[in-house]
C-alpha cells in the first residue's frame, strides 16, 4: 500500500489500485472482455453493453486529453453514419475523472453514436486497456473479434472491412 501512497494524483492513485486488484485478483483482469458489463450516460443512467447483443458492437474507449481520440471520432461517426442502420452499434466510452472534462471536447464534433462515461475506470478494468483509446470489436453474438490499440489513418479501411464482415455474417444468421 505504500506504492499507493506516494502517487499524488487522484488517476495515479486509482491506476495504482487497479493494479494491486489485478495483482490480488488475477480471475478478474485476465479472460476476453465482455459485454456484460454497464457504464452511465451523462444523466447518470447505467446502461449495460449487453443490450446491444445482436448487433455488431465497436466499443472504443477514450479521454477528453487523448489526442488520437480527437481524429477517431470524426470516423466513428462516418461508420455510425454508414452502418448505423445495418446493425452497427458505435459506443464510445469516456474515462475523464469528471465527466464535465468531456463537454469541450465533445463540443468539437458532431456525434450520433452512444457516448457513455465510466469515470471510475470499472469499465475499463476488465478491458486490460494498453493505451488510448483502444477499441474492441464484438460480432453479433457478443463475441469479442478484434482489439485496436490507438487510432491510425493507415489502419482505418482495414477496421472497415471487419466491420462489412460482421455486417454481413449478422445479416447471414437473420436470414
Given at each position: 500500500m505504500q506504492i499507493v501512497g506516494r502517487i499524488k494524483s487522484a488517476a495515479g492513485r486509482r491506476l495504482s489500485m487497479a493494479l494491486l486488484l489485478c495483482l490480488s485478483s488475477l480471475?478478474?483482469?485476465?479472460?476476453?472482455?465482455?459485454?456484460d458489463l454497464s457504464a452511465s450516460t451523462l444523466s447518470g443512467e447505467q446502461v449495460s453493453l449487453?443490450?446491444?447483443?445482436?448487433?455488431v458492437v465497436y466499443v472504443d474507449f477514450w479521454a477528453s486529453w487523448c489526442a488520437p481520440c480527437r481524429d477517431s471520432f470524426p470516423w466513428m461517426e462516418l461508420m455510425h453514419q454508414r452502418?448505423?442502420?445495418?446493425?452497427?452499434?458505435?459506443v464510445a466510452i469516456n474515462l475523464d475523472e469528471k465527466r464535465e472534462m468531456a463537454g469541450p471536447f465533445l463540443a468539437d464534433f458532431?456525434?450520433?453514436?452512444?457516448?457513455?462515461?465510466?469515470?471510475k475506470g470499472e469499465?475499463?478494468?476488465h478491458f486490460n486497456l494498453q493505451g488510448m483509446p483502444s477499441s474492441y470489436l464484438f460480432d453479433s453474438e457478443g463475441r469479442l473479434?478484434?482489439?485496436?490499440?490507438?487510432f491510425f489513418k493507415s489502419k482505418?479501411?482495414?477496421?472497415?472491412q471487419e466491420i462489412q464482415s460482421l455486417l454481413m455474417k449478422r445479416a447471414k444468421d437473420e436470414n
Open positions: 480471475p478478474l483482469c485476465h479472460g476476453a472482455p465482455r459485454l449487453e443490450a446491444y447483443k445482436g448487433k452502418y448505423g442502420d445495418k446493425g452497427l452499434a458505435i458532431t456525434t450520433s453514436f452512444d457516448i457513455l462515461y465510466d469515470p469499465v475499463a478494468s473479434v478484434s482489439e485496436h490499440l490507438g482505418q479501411l482495414a477496421v472497415e
